[in-house]
């Protein structure tokens, strides 16, 4: 493995989304290179930062690939249609094809949703790790929150928002961003404690975080916990 492929990857092999081959190859680079060894530990750092957050899965980039396995499903091989009718009786090896292909479909299935899952889990988790390392931060301060603790990093159209301290949400409630637009509050998503991507207009001017009900709001309904210029 060369410098540069390390380089590259040492975010990916943090978050242990390595090909075992690779991380091994990686370990061993990162063993004899001091610069390595240096990012190494500043990503571990910051990934410790992020404590232990669940990322949500956003699936709208592999509905083409449902809908393919779907289609599929709904179609099946021609040997399987043509033992799709089996009489009473008949035996065992007549029902096992198609039965095989019923099961290979659905471990194909599940074994691409979890292949999709864990792809998308560490493609947002990276994304994090990149926003948090080199985004741009950005201070927002106490309203109405008293030693409140939350840090946003910006870089082109993303954003991370990331609640380590304010009051806790009620029940039915949750927290809610907002990015003000030519001062007007723009709904920025709807998040919990620890790290939250989020998108970020470009012609945001502040952002401001409040406490709604589950689901969000189209305006604020609440003061304003912390904010801060963008």
Not at 92 to 102: F, G, K, S
Not at 132 to 143: D, E, I, K, M, Q
Request: with cysteine; hydrophobic share 40%; proline share 7%.
């Amino acid at each position: 493995m060369t410098h540069e492929d390390a380089q590259d990857q040492l975010a990916l092999y943090v978050l242990g989304g390595m090909e075992l081959q690779d991380e091994r190859e990686m370990t061993q680079h990162v063993r004899g290179c001091a610069l390595c060894q240096q990012d190494l530990q500043h990503y571990r750092d910051t990934v410790g930062q992020l404590d232990d957050a669940v990322i949500r899965p956003d699936w709208s980039e592999f509905a083409h690939m449902r809908s393919q396995f779907q289609e599929r499903l709904a179609n099946p091989p021609s040997e399987v249609k043509a033992t799709a009718a089996i009489k009473p009786g008949a035996s065992p090896r007549a029902w096992l094809w198609p039965a095989a292909w019923v099961a290979t479909a659905l471990i194909a299935v599940g074994g691409w949703h979890l292949a999709l899952a864990t792809h998308r889990t560490l493609s947002q988790s990276q994304q994090m790790l990149a926003l948090v390392t080199h985004g741009r931060p950005v201070a927002l301060n106490s309203v109405h929150a008293q030693r409140a603790e939350v840090k946003l990093y910006i870089s082109h159209a993303q954003a991370v928002v990331f609640v380590k301290r304010l009051p806790k949400p009620s029940r039915g409630q949750v927290y809610e961003g907002w990015w003000i637009v030519r001062g007007r509050p723009r709904p920025a998503g709807t998040f919990e404690a620890g790290p939250s991507l989020l998108r970020y207009p470009a012609r945001a001017q502040a952002f401001a975080i409040t406490m709604e009900p589950s689901g969000g709001t189209s305006a604020p309904t609440t003061p304003v916990l912390v904010a801060g210029t963008v």
